[in-house]
């Protein structure tokens, strides 16, 4: 067993080279790797011992039958690799060979027992077995049994024997077992770490990024805690299922918003800064990248979902950082493709994202020295793993690891979970003492502690917790509470690790005289107190009668209004002079039932205020005949007939259709004509600025212009790609540059583009007639990844396109330009003869056709 990165590959290599040249034992040999690492297992081949003859299963079944047609049964080869999936799939095949070495890299695969590929491996005929693992002993001792029995099953033929002779409990305690396990397991197990082999490898720096949540991720983090509110307060079916289900919604909310359906604004989706301000962990991202840039650092980004490398994917483009892509989807051609495209000297690569589980085994990218785990597994022994694609042999700079890290959520409880393992396990495992299983199960109190975590935080606030702090001081808090937490946990021993997360049904120092006192304290602590609702206050008898027996100074009395004040609102439009009558008649009014203006204290020159209020009481005079003739006059004069629902319909039109067009605008104002519209909104942009809420109207129109504009500036962009080329379903070209995705072919793009044009890109439906078209078109019959793409997802990829044709778009305008400015301007008399012409024959001047 050696840690990742120090040669595991090379040494079997030669070990099965010394077989064939020493021992004259040349196979058959099977090695059996993660699919990710199939061409590098095959390029260490042909590089360190050419002379075995390496073939490499792997491929659709056509291409498997040929292979094993042609190669694997006429016997022409000595050692065959292939993937556990192809294992499973071709085990008739592999079973009819008597292998003298069976060679399984990242062995922790069979580590359980009951497992399919583990049943398989058993089943065939080897005289020698070799597992390769940097982590034999991931979770429990249960797991080091399997893999054990895999290699002696004659030996270590009983699991509950084994369990038996080395039960954590009792062996924790006695020297003597801990004596027997390194006695039984030395034979068996060789061990090294990089300080014994590389001495030149500086270590890795890991510092934890601690971030906030904006508000949109507030919002929704809410959501979810609001739906099962009963279960967090213990007083719903306490359901394990349901809490992972809570516990997975709530990191898919710390990673970004838009994983949920419905968060990302549109349509149209755009590809812009929003992507990075309604996530907290983009934010950090967007301000780091640069500066790892800047100091010629290459990054690897690791995240546990798939959908959250769509999302880095796009932001890549948008910020034209070039980056390759390797997920459990990736096809295996295109993995050693893209390993290669970014290990080559002087890449134009700059990020190789990656998901955890697929780009973490076996695969070397030592020319990046930065590693950013944009989510932690739960399992610490994962994420230690992909660090060590970048912290390995080869590597010439130290390696930083960045571990994001979303404050006062789950996250927090997760990462605290995993380092306390990790500590436990270096107590533990590495003085070749034993795992207690159960205290790495997750139980659902503890589940339901780290879903609490900073639950009642996040309802406590709906502002976004996103500093505006520059790089470095983030890097400097985060170094310092990496600090912290190490501090922490190093000055803990294994009794107080063992009961630091002790909500399992282990015994821990909450239980006295038999009596478990966490459940008690469990009703006075972790009721979470969900966030207040806006509301009218309801009627209560007690709050009644304490404020009617309530004895105080009395309110200063409210100002009285006239009676039968005519209802005028500010969207109506009423003439100016009419509020200064109104306002004549009011003051009027108080002036005849001795009205006193009270004095306000909280108001500054309150006494002044006072006393100029009380004056233009006390001078009020009645409207005459005439004002009174005039007032109702005036209020005929307003838009009477228009009332708050008009006024809302028209704000809407605005924002759907734009100020200028009133023709579209007038048909979604219900119960009025064009021309009534139209004087209203003539009146409306020249008086606009009377209304209360102006700011707000207008901003709501502005955001809708915009889209129109955006939409507009789409629409030219496709009509000028398009109209380049005379058959543009056959000819079309896609400037990718260095940011191709690996998904869509070139043809499955082109037709995207064309059809989206030929449907209409503004129509609203329209990317559900594009999927329609793509399930109709014999072209893609066979085409089972396009034709199940859904609606959202097309638009998706259209939007990406739409980037990269804007973008194209921009740089051959740019071209011409600088071509028009190198030629320069024509000179006048070369201008003159153009325009005049050139003598025909008769001595005439010919008319030029323009």
């Known amino acids: 067993m050696h840690f990742s990165g120090l040669g595991k590959t090379l040494q079997t290599i030669s070990l099965l080279g010394y077989m064939k040249h020493y021992r004259n034992i040349p196979g058959p040999h099977m090695v059996l790797v993660p699919k990710s690492t199939l061409y590098n297992w095959m390029n260490e081949f042909k590089r360190w011992v050419p002379s075995l003859r390496a073939v490499c299963l792997i491929g659709d079944r056509d291409e498997r039958t040929a292979l094993i047609r042609d190669v694997l049964l006429p016997g022409e080869w000595d050692v065959c690799v292939t993937s556990y999936e192809m294992l499973i799939i071709e085990k008739a095949v592999f079973k009819k060979f008597n292998w003298r070495y069976l060679v399984i890299d990242e062995a922790h695969r069979i580590k359980n027992e009951k497992s399919k590929l583990s049943e398989i491996v058993r089943e065939f005929k080897?005289?020698?077995?070799?597992?390769?693992?940097?982590?034999?002993?991931?979770?429990?001792?249960?797991?080091?049994?399997?893999l054990l029995n895999f290699l002696l099953p004659d030996v270590f033929n009983s699991s509950e024997d084994f369990d038996s002779w080395f039960d954590t409990n009792n062996c924790l305690g006695d020297q003597k077992l801990v004596e027997r396990l390194h006695t039984v397991l030395r034979p068996f197990l060789l061990r090294r770490i990089k300080a014994d082999v590389e001495k030149t490898l500086l270590p890795k720096k890991e510092i934890k990024m601690y971030v906030g949540l904006s508000k949109m991720q507030r919002e929704w983090y809410t959501k979810i805690l609001m739906k099962d509110i009963d279960i967090l307060n213990s007083a719903g079916k306490m359901d394990k299922m349901r809490l992972l289900n809570v516990l997975m919604q709530l990191r898919k909310c710390c990673n970004h918003p838009y994983l949920f359906d419905g968060a990302e604004p549109g349509p149209p989706y755009t590809t812009d800064l929003h992507l990075v301000v309604n996530s907290g962990k983009m934010v950090v991202l967007d301000k780091l990248l640069p500066k790892m840039k800047e100091q010629g650092s290459r990054v690897l980004i690791f995240s546990q979902m798939t959908r959250v490398l769509d999302i880095l994917e796009d932001y890549c483009m948008w910020r034209n950082y070039g980056y390759c892509r390797l997920d459990g989807q990736t096809p295996h051609e295109e993995r050693q493709i893209s390993i290669n495209a970014y290990n080559e000297p002087n890449s134009s690569k700059f990020i190789f994202m990656l998901s955890t589980r697929a780009?973490?085994?076996?695969?070397?990218?030592?020319?990046?020295?930065?590693?950013?785990?944009?989510?932690?597994?739960?399992?610490?022994?994962?994420?230690?793993?992909?660090?060590?694609?970048a912290h390995r042999i080869g590597q010439q700079k130290q390696v930083r690891v960045f571990r994001f890290i979303t404050e006062n959520t789950v996250e927090e409880r997760i990462v605290e979970r995993a380092e306390m393992k990790l500590r436990l396990d270096s107590i533990v495992i590495q003085q070749g003492r034993l795992v207690d299983p159960s205290a790495n199960k997750l139980g659902k109190d503890e589940m339901l502690s780290i879903i609490r975590h900073g639950a009642t935080h996040v309802f406590a606030s709906k502002e976004s917790e996103i500093t505006d702090?520059?790089?470095?001081?983030?890097?400097?808090?985060?170094?310092?509470?990496?600090?912290?937490?190490?501090?922490?946990?190093?000055?803990?021993?294994?009794?107080?690790?063992?009961?630091?997360?002790?909500?399992?049904?282990?015994?821990?120092?909450?239980?006295?005289e038999g009596e478990d006192y966490r459940e008690k304290k469990k009703v006075i602590t972790n009721w979470i107190e969900p966030p207040k609702r806006e509301r009218k206050a309801n009627y209560a008898v007690d709050?009644?009668?304490?404020?009617?027996?309530?004895?105080?100074?009395?309110?200063?009395?409210?100002?009285?209004?006239?009676?039968?004040?005519?209802?005028?609102?500010?969207?109506?439009?009423?003439?100016?002079?009419?509020?200064?009558?109104?306002?004549?008649?009011?003051?009027?009014?108080?002036?005849?039932?001795?009205?006193?203006?009270?004095?306000?204290?909280?108001?500054?020159?309150?006494?002044?205020?006072?006393?100029?209020?009380?004056?233009?009481?006390?001078?009020?005079?009645?409207?005459?005949?005439?004002?009174?003739?005039?007032?109702?006059?005036?209020?005929?004069?307003?838009?009477?007939?228009?009332?708050?629902?008009?006024?809302?319909?028209?704000?809407?039109?605005?924002?759907?259709?734009?100020?200028?067009?009133?023709?579209?605008?007038?048909?979604?104002?219900?119960?009025?004509?064009?021309?009534?519209?139209?004087?209203?909104?003539?009146?409306?942009w020249e008086r606009c600025n009377e209304l209360q809420d102006i700011e707000k109207i207008m901003a709501q129109i502005e955001r809708g212009e915009a889209r129109i504009q955006r939409r507009i500036s789409i629409k030219k962009a496709l009509d000028s790609k398009i109209g380049r080329y005379k058959a543009p379903f056959h000819q079309l070209r896609i400037s990718y540059g260095t940011n191709k995705g690996k998904n869509y072919t070139e043809e499955e793009d082109r037709f995207l583009i064309c059809m989206l044009h030929k449907l209409?890109?503004?129509?609203?439906?329209?990317?559900?007639?594009?999927?329609?078209?793509?399930?109709?078109?014999?072209?893609?019959?066979?085409?089972?990844?396009?034709?199940?793409?859904?609606?959202?997802?097309?638009?998706?990829?259209?939007?990406?396109?739409?980037?990269?044709?804007?973008?194209?778009?921009?740089?051959?305008?740019?071209?011409?330009?600088?071509?028009?400015?190198?030629?320069?301007?024509?000179?006048?008399?070369?201008?003159?003869?153009?325009?005049?012409?050139?003598?025909?024959?008769?001595?005439?001047?010919?008319?030029?056709?323009?």
């Open 126 to 146: 080897t005289t020698n077995r070799l597992l390769l693992t940097g982590t034999p002993l991931q979770n429990n001792l249960h797991e080091l049994w399997a």
């Open 359 to 389: 780009g973490g085994l076996g695969i070397n990218l030592a020319t990046a020295d930065v590693v950013i785990l944009y989510d932690s597994d739960w399992n610490p022994q994962v994420d230690l793993q992909a660090m060590d694609r």
């Open 469 to 512: 702090d520059d790089i470095d001081a983030i890097l400097e808090r985060g170094e310092r509470k990496t600090m912290e937490m190490k501090e922490k946990l190093s000055s803990l021993g294994e009794s107080s690790l063992r009961n630091f997360t002790m909500d399992t049904e282990n015994s821990s120092v909450y239980t006295f």
């Open 543 to 684: 709050a009644y009668f304490r404020e009617a027996l309530r004895v105080s100074e009395p309110k200063a009395p409210k100002a009285p209004r006239p009676p039968k004040q005519p209802n005028v609102q500010d969207f109506q439009f009423f003439p100016p002079r009419l509020f200064e009558l109104l306002e004549k008649e009011i003051l009027f009014y108080r002036k005849t039932i001795g009205y006193k203006v009270p004095r306000n204290p909280d108001m500054p020159n309150s006494a002044q205020v006072q006393k100029e209020e009380q004056a233009k009481i006390d001078e009020a005079e009645a409207l005459t005949e005439e004002e009174l003739e005039e007032k109702e006059n005036l209020l005929q004069q307003g838009f009477t007939i228009w009332n708050k629902r008009d006024f809302n319909q028209f704000i809407k039109a605005n924002e759907k259709w734009g100020r200028d067009d009133i023709e579209n605008i007038a048909r979604e104002v219900e119960g009025k004509t064009p021309e009534e519209v139209m004087e209203y909104s003539a009146v409306f």
């Open 760 to 850: 209409g890109f503004d129509k609203e439906s329209v990317y559900d007639e594009l999927r329609q078209c793509i399930r109709n078109s014999p072209q893609f019959r066979f085409d089972w990844f396009l034709k199940s793409r859904t609606a959202m997802e097309l638009q998706r990829r259209c939007n990406t396109l739409i980037t990269l044709i804007e973008r194209e778009n921009m740089e051959l305008e740019e071209r011409e330009k600088a071509e028009k400015k190198k030629r320069g301007p024509k000179t006048g008399s070369a201008q003159k003869r153009k325009s005049e012409g050139t003598p025909d024959g008769r001595g005439r001047r010919k008319k030029l056709k323009l």
